[in-house]
């Protein structure tokens, strides 16, 4: 019979044993008590989710929220589980879900809410001026449509609502939250009647839809512009937003189904945007020789990613690249030693002072890794080894949403 969690813990207390085995079978319990768990000195943090490319298991599995300290130790949260799931951090605490509940993780405690939603999470945001926490989630085709849901947590509660289309990307302008669909859901039938929205290659592909998201109007979302590009590979979860213009790259076909990579800036104003196509010093597309087109799509950057004029971003095979938003000229900026391939994978965030990074290597054995690179020179600041994730997971979960503090 497995035991609860909590009794697990009292038992190694009592019997004072020298290495006490989980009540899943891993060694090392290093499972907090919810009661008792703080955020301490924690300086990286990130969401184990069950691989969902695995064989459906006969019962739903957790998922963990890792608390990474400075010398690799860790606390683990259990929460009832989520795909795809992110983190948010601000001065309020260090905000993350599963589907039944909302977190707040303070200095002094961790709080939570109800909320039952769907189990794929696209994004997280932290509120201006710690007026809490944003996030969207994927609950699906609904009918003749597509559903996401929008949810609000603060420091007394949360609430949810429903919008209509799948908003892989968002962007948090000031306040405001947008969203940017390559399914438009119910919404898709609307843009027949603008010149440009309709794919000559394939009719039936979708263009890309602007929405404000939060806050809701007239309790949904508002529809602000369509951009005609259509098999956009756009899904970087979290993109940033400046003065009301979020930029972000694109990968998509156009009208005619002829391949574009460029950088993108949406006016969330006016709905109007412009694109410059990526290029390297000498004028040549990227994909000639800086960037292999087929690995564009796991790059990584998130919504602090743009610096003085340039976007910046991790590419697959490691290197940090920094392309300018007014000419989409492209250039590679440092490697990482972090690639993103078959064997492994890496993600980035970005704070105004430093560039940080977690990599999972799919040999179940090796640890999970951090590095913090210094933004401005490039220079490793520290790397951290999290030993004790794969022997006890295996193959079974992924490294997914990482979060550092927001002054690092």
Same mark, same amino acid.
């Given at each position: 019979?497995?035991?609860?969690?909590?009794?697990?813990?009292?038992?190694?207390?009592?019997?004072?044993?020298?290495?006490?085995?989980?009540?899943?079978?891993?060694? $090392?319990?290093?499972?907090?008590?919810?009661?008792?768990?703080?955020?301490?000195?924690?300086?990286?943090?990130?969401?184990?989710?069950?691989?969902?490319?695995? =064989?459906?298991?006969?019962?739903?599995?957790?998922?963990?929220?890792?608390?990474?300290?400075?010398?690799?130790?860790?606390?683990?949260?259990?929460?009832?589980?989520?795909?795809?799931?992110?983190?948010?951090?601000?001065?309020?605490?260090?905000?993350? #879900?599963?589907?039944?509940?909302?977190?707040?993780?303070?200095?002094?405690?961790?709080?939570?809410?109800?909320?039952?939603?769907?189990?794929?999470?696209?994004?997280?945001?932290?509120?201006?001026? @710690?007026?809490?926490?944003?996030?969207?989630? /994927?609950?699906?085709?609904? %009918?003749?449509?597509?559903? @996401?849901?929008?949810?609000?947590?603060? #420091?007394? %509660? #949360?609430?949810?609502?429903?919008?209509?289309? @799948?908003?892989?990307? /968002?962007?948090?302008?000031?306040?405001?939250?947008?969203?940017?669909?390559?399914?438009?859901? +119910?919404?898709?039938?609307?843009?027949?009647?603008?010149?440009?929205?309709?794919?000559?290659?394939?009719?039936?592909?979708?263009?890309?839809?602007?929405?404000?998201?939060?806050?809701?109007?007239?309790?949904?979302?508002?529809?602000?512009?369509?951009?005609?590009?259509?098999?956009?590979?756009?899904? /970087?979860?979290?993109?940033?937003?400046?003065?009301?213009?979020?930029?972000?790259? !694109?990968?998509?076909? $156009?009208? =005619?189904?002829?391949?574009?990579?460029?950088?993108?800036?949406?006016?969330?104003?006016?709905?109007?945007?412009?694109?410059?196509?990526?290029?390297?010093?000498? %004028?040549?597309?990227?994909?000639?020789?800086?960037?292999?087109?087929?690995?564009?799509?796991?790059?990584?950057?998130?919504?602090?990613?743009?610096?003085?004029?340039?976007?910046?971003?991790?590419?697959?095979?490691?290197?940090?690249?920094?392309?300018?938003?007014?000419?989409?000229?492209?250039?590679?900026?440092? =490697?990482?030693?972090? +690639? #993103? @391939? !078959?064997?492994?994978?890496?993600?980035?965030?970005?704070?105004?002072?430093?560039?940080?990074?977690?990599?999972?290597?799919? =040999?179940?054995?090796?640890?999970?890794?951090?590095?913090?690179?210094?933004? +401005?020179?490039?220079?490793?600041?520290?790397?951290?080894?999290?030993?004790?994730?794969?022997?006890?997971?295996?193959?079974?979960? /992924?490294?997914?949403?990482?979060?550092?503090?927001?002054?690092?």
């Amino acid at each position: 019979m497995r035991l609860p969690r909590l009794v697990a813990l009292a038992a190694c207390a009592i019997l004072a044993l020298t290495a006490c085995t989980s009540p899943d079978g891993g060694a $090392d319990l290093d499972i907090a008590d919810p009661d008792a768990v703080k955020l301490g000195e924690t300086v990286a943090t990130f969401y184990l989710s069950p691989d969902t490319s695995a =064989d459906k298991p006969a019962e739903k599995q957790p998922a963990y929220l890792v608390l990474v300290r400075a010398d690799g130790s860790k606390q683990l949260i259990e929460t009832s589980g989520m795909t795809e799931p992110h983190v948010a951090w601000s001065d309020a605490g260090l905000f993350f #879900s599963d589907d039944e509940r909302d977190y707040i993780l303070g200095k002094d405690r961790l709080v939570s809410f109800a909320n039952k939603k769907a189990g794929h999470q696209q994004s997280a945001f932290a509120l201006p001026d @710690n007026k809490g926490f944003v996030a969207v989630y /994927n609950e699906g085709f609904s %009918g003749a449509g597509y559903a @996401n849901q929008v949810a609000i947590t603060t #420091s007394t %509660g #949360s609430r949810l609502y429903p919008v209509e289309g @799948n908003y892989f990307m /968002n962007a948090l302008c000031g306040g405001v939250l947008n969203g940017i669909a390559t399914d438009g859901g +119910a919404h898709f039938a609307e843009s027949a009647t603008i010149p440009g929205m309709r794919s000559k290659a394939d009719p039936g592909a979708q263009p890309e839809l602007l929405s404000q998201l939060y806050p809701a109007t007239e309790g949904k979302e508002k529809v602000l512009a369509w951009r005609g590009v259509f098999d956009a590979g756009d899904h /970087n979860r979290h993109v940033p937003c400046r003065d009301g213009v979020i930029t972000f790259l !694109s990968d998509y076909s $156009d009208a =005619d189904g002829e391949p574009h990579m460029t950088i993108v800036s949406w006016n969330t104003g006016n709905g109007a945007y412009t694109e410059r196509p990526l290029v390297d010093v000498q %004028g040549r597309p990227i994909a000639d020789e800086l960037v292999d087109r087929e690995t564009f799509s796991q790059k990584s950057y998130d919504a602090k990613a743009v610096r003085d004029g340039h976007l910046e971003w991790l590419a697959a095979d490691g290197r940090i690249m920094s392309t300018e938003t007014a000419s989409g000229v492209t250039k590679p900026r440092f =490697d990482t030693g972090f +690639a #993103s @391939n !078959s064997g492994s994978a890496s993600q980035v965030v970005f704070t105004e002072r430093s560039v940080n990074l977690v990599n999972e290597t799919f =040999d179940g054995k090796a640890p999970v890794r951090i590095k913090r690179f210094d933004r +401005a020179t490039g220079k490793l600041i520290t790397e951290i080894a999290v030993p004790g994730i794969a022997e006890r997971f295996g193959l079974r979960y /992924n490294v997914r949403g990482m979060a550092v503090p927001p002054l690092s």
